[in-house]
C-alpha cells in the first residue's frame, strides 16, 4: 500500500510538506537515503520541486529601470535594488559591478541607454498571455524606462499601467505576441505555516534564480512598509532583485509577491511576501482603469487597552477600536463619529483589530453604507456612514500635518476635554487637552507621559483645547525641549520632551 501512495502524482506532490521532516532525517540518518523507502521519497520530492520550477520559470521576468537622478534617493528601493528595510536605515547591499554570467554581460551590452548609477533591478512575473506583468511598486513606481527580458528572448520596453503605493503593488506591460507563458493565481487564504513553497527571480541579477523553504508565518502586520499590510513570512531565500517575483505553491500557483528582507545584508531566513489575494483586485483595478479606488471613512484608528478603556470610561473588558481622530468633511465626520469613540462592531463584525478594519474599509466601494456599534460616554448607539473615495492623500491643511507629523514622532494622540470625560475623570472645572494613548516605547512614553493625563501648558503657554494646543506645539517643536505641564489627577507635574530634529 506504501508503494502504491509513493507512485501517485497526486499524493507525491502532498510530500511536500514532509521536506523539513525528511531533510532531518537525512541529515540526522545518512543510512536513510540509502533505504529503497527512503530514496524513492527523495526522489519524488526532488522531482516535484524541479517539475514546479519548470513550470514557473517561463512566466517570471527580469526588470531592470532606469531611475531619474532626482528620484533615486527618494525611492524605497536604492539604486542598487536592494530590497527595503523595514527594521533601520542601514545601508543595502549593492549589485556586482561586474556581469556574473555571458549572458548577464550580454544584457548589459543591450542597455547602453542605462547609466550604472542609475539603474535598479527587480523581478515580476506574467498574469495574462497579452502581457500583463505584476510587480512591486517600489521596483517600477519612481521609473523613467522599463525594460523587461523574458526567458532568452531580446529585452523589451515596458509600460507602467498604474502602481498602487498602499499595497507597494504595479501592474507593466509588455508587447511581445499574444502567447506569453503565464502563472496562475493560487488562493493565499489557504496558505498554512510550515507548507514548502519556493521563489523564483533576479537576486543580485542572477536571472532565474529558484530557492525553496516553508511559510514561517503569516499576517504579519505593523512592519511600517505599506498602509495595507498582511504579510506571508518565510525562510525561502529572497534577496535584493527578488522584488515583485512570485512565491509559488507546490500546485505551481503563485500565493505571494516576494517585497521585503529583514536586514541589510542579504537573506537572513526572514522575508516578507504579499498575499496573491490582496494583489488580484488590486491587478483587476489597475488594468480597468489604471487606478485602485478604495472606500474611505476618514478616521484614524488604533486598538483599545484596558488603560485606554479606564480613561475614555469603558468597561475594562470591552474588545473594540478607538477612534483618534475624524478627517474634516469626512463620511466619519458627516455620520456624528467623534473622537473617543470606541468601535466595538463594523458591518456586523466585531471590531477588535485596527488593521483589519482598515482593510475591511478600504475593500469596500465608495457609496457603500456600512453599520457601526459604538461606545460613547460609557453607552452604545449605532451610527450608519455611507463610504466615500479615499483621496489620494488625505485632505488636511498644513497646520494639522505639521500638529500631526510631530504627535506621531512623540508617539501619543490627544482630544479636547469634553464636559462628560472631564466628569468621569475628575477634571471638572479644568481646561486642556487630554491625552487619549501614548505608543510603548515612544519619546512620550519615555518622558512618563500616559493616556488620561491632562495638558494644561506647553513652553508656559495655557492651551484650552486642539488649536491652541497646535499652535503652541508647533512653535514650542521649533525650540526643544518641549516643556509641558501636566495634570495626572492627583498632582501637577513639567515633563520635558525633545523630539528629534530631522
Known amino acids: 500500500m506504501r508503494r502504491k501512495l509513493l507512485l501517485s502524482r497526486h499524493k507525491t506532490m502532498d510530500l511536500w510538506a514532509l521536506l523539513p521532516l525528511i531533510g532531518f532525517i537525512t541529515w540526522a540518518t545518512p543510512a536513510f537515503a540509502q533505504t529503497p523507502g527512503g530514496t524513492d521519497i527523495l526522489a519524488q520530492i526532488s522531482d516535484a520541486t524541479a517539475r514546479v520550477a519548470e513550470r514557473a520559470s517561463p512566466a517570471v521576468v527580469g526588470i531592470w529601470v532606469d531611475?531619474?537622478?532626482?528620484?533615486?534617493?527618494?525611492?524605497?528601493?536604492?539604486?542598487?535594488?536592494?530590497?527595503?528595510?523595514?527594521?533601520?536605515?542601514?545601508?543595502?547591499?549593492?549589485?556586482p559591478q561586474t556581469p556574473q554570467s555571458p549572458q548577464d554581460s550580454q544584457k548589459q551590452r543591450q542597455f547602453p541607454q542605462m547609466q550604472p548609477h542609475e539603474q535598479a533591478l527587480g523581478s515580476g512575473f506574467i498574469v495574462s498571455r497579452d502581457g500583463y506583468i505584476l510587480t512591486n511598486n517600489h521596483v517600477v513606481g519612481n521609473a523613467d524606462l522599463v525594460i523587461v527580458t523574458v526567458g532568452n528572448n531580446?529585452?523589451?520596453?515596458?509600460?507602467?499601467?498604474?502602481?498602487?503605493?498602499?499595497?507597494?503593488?504595479?501592474?507593466?506591460?509588455?508587447?511581445?505576441?499574444?502567447?506569453?507563458?503565464?502563472?496562475?493565481?493560487?488562493?493565499?487564504?489557504?496558505?498554512?505555516?510550515?507548507?514548502?513553497?519556493?521563489a523564483v527571480g533576479q537576486p543580485f541579477g542572477l536571472t532565474h534564480t529558484v530557492t525553496g523553504g516553508i511559510i514561517s508565518a503569516l499576517n504579519r502586520r505593523q512592519m511600517h512598509l505599506t498602509t495595507y499590510e498582511d504579510f506571508i513570512q518565510t525562510n525561502t531565500a529572497i534577496n535584493p532583485g527578488n522584488s515583485g517575483g512570485p512565491l509559488v505553491n507546490r500546485d505551481g500557483q503563485v500565493v505571494g509577491i516576494n517585497t521585503a528582507i529583514?536586514?541589510?545584508?542579504?537573506?537572513?531566513?526572514?522575508?516578507?511576501?504579499?498575499?496573491?489575494?490582496?494583489?488580484?483586485?488590486?491587478?483587476?483595478?489597475i488594468v480597468k482603469t489604471g487606478r485602485v479606488i478604495r472606500g474611505y471613512l476618514g478616521v484614524d484608528i488604533q486598538e483599545l487597552t484596558p488603560d485606554l478603556a479606564t480613561a475614555l470610561g469603558v468597561p475594562a473588558d470591552t474588545n473594540g477600536i478607538v477612534v483618534t481622530h475624524v478627517s474634516v468633511d469626512s463620511p466619519a465626520q458627516q455620520s456624528g463619529l467623534r473622537a473617543g469613540d470606541v468601535v466595538t462592531q463594523f458591518d456586523g463584525r466585531p471590531s477588535t483589530d485596527a488593521t483589519t478594519m482598515q482593510s475591511q474599509i478600504a475593500s469596500m466601494k465608495p457609496g457603500t453604507r456600512v453599520s457601526l456599534v459604538v461606545v460613547r460616554d460609557g453607552k452604545p448607539d449605532n451610527v450608519t456612514v455611507q463610504l466615500g473615495t479615499r483621496p489620494t492623500q488625505a485632505p488636511t491643511t498644513e497646520k494639522k500635518d505639521q500638529k500631526q507629523a510631530i504627535l506621531e514622532v512623540l508617539g501619543m494622540a490627544v482630544q479636547d476635554l469634553t464636559p462628560e470625560l472631564a466628569e468621569k475623570l475628575d477634571y471638572q472645572g479644568l481646561a486642556g487637552v487630554l491625552i487619549l494613548a501614548v505608543e510603548d516605547n515612544s519619546i512620550a512614553d519615555t518622558a512618563g507621559l500616559d493616556a488620561g493625563m491632562l495638558i494644561q501648558e506647553v513652553d508656559r503657554r495655557p492651551v484650552k483645547n486642539m488649536k491652541e494646543f497646535a499652535q503652541s506645539?508647533?512653535?514650542?517643536a521649533q525650540k526643544p525641549p518641549i516643556l509641558l505641564l501636566v495634570d495626572n489627577q492627583d498632582s501637577y507635574r513639567y515633563v520635558a520632551i525633545n523630539p528629534p530634529q530631522r
Open 67 to 95: 531611475i531619474k537622478p532626482e528620484t533615486q534617493r527618494t525611492a524605497l528601493e536604492d539604486p542598487a535594488g536592494s530590497l527595503p528595510n523595514p527594521f533601520g536605515d542601514q545601508s543595502s547591499p549593492r549589485l
Open 154 to 198: 531580446p529585452p523589451v520596453k515596458a509600460q507602467v499601467v498604474g502602481t498602487d503605493p498602499p499595497t507597494d503593488l504595479a501592474v507593466i506591460r509588455i508587447q511581445a505576441g499574444e502567447n506569453l507563458p503565464v502563472l496562475p493565481l493560487g488562493d493565499s487564504d489557504k496558505l498554512r505555516v510550515g507548507e514548502w513553497v519556493i
Open 262 to 285: 529583514l536586514g541589510s545584508e542579504g537573506n537572513i531566513g526572514i522575508g516578507f511576501a504579499i498575499p496573491v489575494n490582496m494583489a488580484k483586485d488590486v491587478y483587476e483595478q
Open 473 to 476: 506645539l508647533e512653535a514650542a
